[in-house]
């Protein structure tokens, strides 16, 4: 018979497994009824349901099946068929990894394995799960082994989580080293498919053609090619029977495939036999691309459950894939603008070569003829001071082409030294000696040592004087007080260099840089602000080529010092290159350039007042139009434009933009024309002064400058300037600009003063408004006093006398109500020019509020023999203002009476759409077509005749009122003469 639920006292307790225990008939089973089992029995199953943690029980020479509520959690569906079940029947398709433990447990020898995988079917499927656990054998009464004790931990999710774990760092590890988008598709996959146990298939597609077909990039677990697996898809004819590629594409989200058996037929992949059933597509992206670049397809375990865990392991796989794709681009782009730049510098380099040899052939054959012309004797002072200038710049030009042509041999490693025995101390003693007098004749002193060497120097003779003379031309554009010294020495085996000046001194955030070609020192003060900066660069690399180096110490206001250090001796040069023949032109142009362009940094600004007018100008008489401040560090360039200007303007020219900015708050000037390069204070800092000074705020600046395009041009307007011009400029255009800057800042002062008298004009309108306002207020009360006292000077009259005065006293009382009308006009008048007008808006319907009105004027318009004729079709709700309404319609009817020469006058109220129409209607003399625009303005009336009277307010002030309901008023012809103003006024709802 059937177990009591009671049972016995044993069984007390024991959570929920203790209540199905009581309530299985155990005398089926091979244990026999509760009451029956054996002391060593109940003790176990005691502690078994005791215990939290998962144990079961094998009892018996069938194994029979109990455990507690722990363990029912790993039988899953098999529960409860599995209690009482035998156990090796229970858990067959884990034996092959429990069963020898299980069977040495019934030996007597206690067995325990750590996380063991097993395939269990407790939940319908066979299913992958890792478990710790034990076998311990239960002696029974006999001293035998009546059955066994099986604790266990369910290990499944920490041993996947690790392997997944261990994937995503591979994947991540060694496809991140791919240099191609190609070269990660195959290491991602080549790690993925080590995993095909989560992972039984993957698909990686890349998109081509514009996003419009996908290409199997790389595969594992399907060959490509076939039916789940095609090498080449079109987007734009996807179906339903494969992949949903597109789909994944176009909205950038996972895809959950279910059906992959009825869309490809049994497919069958990784380590087991089972058919999959269903798989994920996720999209592929790229950092910084807003659509996937490609879609990786990967299969369900048809041995896992696809639970939250399993689905975050693909979507970190997307994104690691992801990852490396982005690397593995941005690494391509790289390379790809690296070797762009590359391929740049070369053609710079060699551009700069050819650029260089060209412009040398022409400036040759201007230099010499221009020497031949300074020497000879037919020129005048003032012709050959012009040329002196052009031969200047010239060489100057010559100088940095050459500077130009020794960098592009320099990058192409296509230098020619030929290094020669040099008495150096000699050498560097005559290169110094060219700059004394520049440097005498600038205030500084001049300090040169160099005693003979204890043994022979091996340079080459044109690159040792390029870095000599490069750094007393950099000492000496630096240095405006103190001196210069140049010292030559023997040290270590070495002849060390030493240039050291008193000058402004180099940061030292800067000196990591100072070598670096092209870099240029920002805010360094000095003689001028001219050059590219590639002098001490090329100092730098022609040192190298003599083995040597070249350092740099320096404190910011006390100096600079730069030391040359060369090896003595020749040991360490290419013996091929001692006393070698050059093949290629020299560069070398000796002293002269370095010492004319120092003679220009020590020059004194021009006297303009004596420069000579431009060619096509004549000075004359006439007074100067404008006194201009021109501010330049080139000395040549400030001649010049000196030059150029003073025929037409008057001019101060000055050397830097601190000076400009001193002599412009001393004295503002009319122009400022300003170099954007120049020392102290450069052209936009002298643009921000100038603006910021409430002195000189207004007054047109006009920017000079070498940085020629759009950028440079933009950046000049943009902070402020007036005008920029490039150089070269014509001096045409320069006078122009001037000119016309001139001029506009005239005007704009012109402007100025006109908008400050507009100003004081509506200043003047707003008093006569506010005066016009007070007045109306003002006259209301004496009129409205007056009107009483004619109702009571009637009222009093005896009734005889009453009537002998009634005509006087009606008239009388008439023109109090014109002159009423008239003060609220002015009222009206004010307070819509000051746009004080306020609406009192209420629920009105239209039309009876216009008969209303009508039927107020209808008296006095049969006064004056005019009839009306009232058409109201439909009641028209909306909000208005009832008092302003009714001044519209009173305007309306009183202007067709004045000009409607006696005839019927019309008044129709209707709805047109959302509109409700007040149309009046007049046959009188009418209004010329010309003139019904102005007839709505200020004192306008509609037939220009002082017979008919009135303001001319009255219809302007109808057109405000009605716009200000948001309508509008318009007029026209009456068929057979008249006119016909028509008012649409907005119902609203």
Not at 359 to 384: C, H, K, W
Request: glycine share 8%; proline share 5%.
């Amino acid at each position: 018979m059937t177990q009591r639920a009671e049972g016995p006292g044993w069984l007390a307790g024991g959570g929920r497994m203790a209540q199905d225990i009581r309530a299985i008939d155990w005398s089926r089973t091979p244990l026999g009824p509760i009451d029956s089992w054996p002391q060593s029995l109940r003790t176990t199953v005691s502690l078994c349901l005791a215990s939290n943690f998962p144990i079961s029980i094998a009892w018996g020479p069938q194994h029979t099946q109990l455990y507690n509520d722990g363990y029912r959690l790993i039988c899953g569906e098999k529960h409860p068929h599995s209690m009482g079940q035998d156990f090796r029947e229970c858990w067959a398709s884990a034996w092959p990894a429990v069963g020898p433990a299980f069977e040495r447990a019934l030996a007597g020898e206690t067995s325990f394995l750590e996380n063991q995988r097993m395939f269990l079917d407790r939940n319908g499927y066979l299913e992958e799960t890792f478990f710790t656990f034990s076998f311990s054998p239960i002696r029974d009464e006999s001293g035998g082994v009546g059955g066994l004790f099986h604790p266990v931990t369910e290990t499944t999710a920490k041993m996947l989580s690790e392997r997944r774990v261990r994937l995503l760092r591979d994947v991540a590890a060694r496809a991140g080293k791919a240099h191609t988008v190609d070269e990660a598709c195959v290491l991602a996959i080549k790690t993925l498919a080590d995993n095909e146990l989560d992972l039984p298939f993957v698909l990686l597609y890349l998109l081509e053609d514009g996003g419009t077909r996908a290409r199997l990039a790389q595969s594992t677990g399907l060959s490509p090619g076939g039916p789940a697996s095609p090498t080449d898809v079109d987007l734009s004819q996807e179906t339903s029977q494969g992949w949903p590629l597109a789909q994944v594409v176009e909205s950038g989200r996972v895809v959950h495939v279910k059906d992959v058996s009825e869309r490809f037929g049994p497919v069958r992949c990784g380590p087991y036999e089972e058919p999959l059933k269903s798989a994920l597509v996720l999209p592929l992206t790229i950092s910084g691309i807003a659509r996937p670049i490609g879609v990786l397809l990967a299969g369900v375990s048809t041995r896992l459950p696809l639970d939250d865990v399993y689905r975050v392991l693909y979507e970190m796989l997307a994104g690691a894939v992801s990852a490396a794709l982005t690397n593995a681009h941005a690494y391509q782009e790289e390379r790809k603008r690296a070797e762009e730049l590359a391929e740049l510098d070369r053609a710079k380099t060699a551009f700069f070569s050819n650029v260089s040899h060209e412009f040398r052939t022409p400036l040759t054959l201007m230099l010499g003829p221009l020497e031949d012309l300074l020497v000879s004797r037919g020129l005048g002072e003032a012709e050959r001071q012009e040329l002196a200038v052009v031969h200047r710049n010239a060489g100057r030009l010559l100088r940095l082409v050459n500077t130009l042509l020794d960098f592009s041999r320099l990058e192409a490693d296509r230098v020619e030294a030929s290094f020669e025995p040099t008495d150096l101390a000699l050498l560097t003693r005559d290169l110094a000696s060219s700059f004394r007098s520049s440097v005498e004749r600038a205030g500084l002193t001049f300090t040169v040592e160099c005693p003979p060497l204890g043994q022979p120097s091996y340079v080459d003779r044109d690159m040792w004087e390029k870095i000599v003379l490069n750094l007393l031309s950099n000492a000496f554009k630096f240095t405006l007080r103190g001196g210069i010294t140049l010292r030559l020495r023997e040290s270590g085996g070495h002849a060390v260099l030493e240039v050291t000046d008193t000058g402004t001194g180099i940061p030292a955030e800067e000196l990591p840089q100072l070598f670096a070609r092209f870099h240029r020192v920002k805010g360094a003060q000095g003689r001028t602000h001219e050059g590219t900066g590639i002098g001490l660069a090329l100092v730098q690399e022609l040192t190298k080529i003599h083995r040597g180096e070249v350092q740099v110490t320096s404190t910011v206001g006390q100096g600079t010092r730069f030391t040359v250090s060369v090896p003595l001796g020749k040991e360490h040069l290419p013996a091929e290159r001692i006393q070698a023949t050059r093949a290629l032109a020299s560069t070398c142009l000796g002293v002269n350039p370095f010492i004319a362009e120092a003679e220009l940094w020590t020059s004194a600004p021009p006297c303009v007042e004596e420069a000579v007018p431009p060619v096509g100008e004549t000075r004359g008489a006439r007074a100067p139009i404008g006194r201009v401040l021109l501010a330049d560090d080139n000395t040549d360039m400030r001649e010049y434009v000196g030059r150029v200007l003073s025929a037409t303007f008057e001019v101060e020219a000055v050397p830097d933009g601190q000076a400009a900015l001193e002599a412009a708050r001393a004295r503002p000037p009319d122009l400022v024309l300003t170099d954007v390069m120049m020392p102290r204070l450069n052209g936009f800092g002298l643009l921000e002064a100038l603006r910021k000074d409430e002195r000189t705020r207004a007054i047109p600046v006009v920017m000079l400058s070498a940085r020629a395009g759009e950028e440079a041009s933009v950046e000049g307007l943009d902070a402020g300037a007036d005008d920029y011009l490039v150089k070269p400029f014509n001096a045409r255009e320069l006078v122009a600009r001037v000119r016309s800057n001139l001029e506009l800042a005239r005007m704009r002062r012109e402007l100025a003063h006109q908008e400050a008298v507009t100003g004081q004009l509506r200043e003047a309108v707003q008093v006569r408004d506010d005066f016009l306002s007070v007045a109306s207020h003002e006259l209301k009360t004496p009129l409205a006093a007056f009107g009483l006292s004619l109702e009571l000077l009637e009222r009093d009259l005896p009734p005889d006398a009453r009537l002998r005065v009634r005509d006087r006293l009606l008239s009388a009382g008439r023109q109090v109500k014109r002159l009423h009308s008239l003060v609220e006009t002015l009222l009206d008048v004010s307070q819509l020019s000051s746009g004080r007008l306020m609406l009192h808006l209420e629920n009105v319907e239209l039309s009876s509020t216009v008969v209303e009105i009508v039927s107020r004027l209808e008296a006095e318009l049969e006064r004056a023999g005019i009839s009306i004729q009232l058409d109201t079709r439909e009641s028209l709700p909306g909000q208005f203002d009832r008092v302003r309404l009714a001044q519209v319609v009173t305007n309306l009817l009183q202007n067709a009476a004045r000009y409607g020469q006696g005839r019927p006058v019309e008044v129709r109220v209707e709805r047109t759409g959302g509109v409700g129409c007040i149309t009046v209607v007049d046959h009188g003399m009418g209004i010329a077509a010309e003139d019904r625009v102005r007839i709505f303005e200020k004192f306008e009336r509609a037939v220009p005749a002082r017979q008919f009277g009135g303001l001319g307010l009255g219809l302007w002030i109808t057109r405000q009122i009605v716009e200000a309901h948001g309508g509008r008023i318009a007029v026209g012809d009456t068929p057979g003469g008249g006119a016909t103003f028509t008012v649409e006024l907005p119902l609203g709802g």
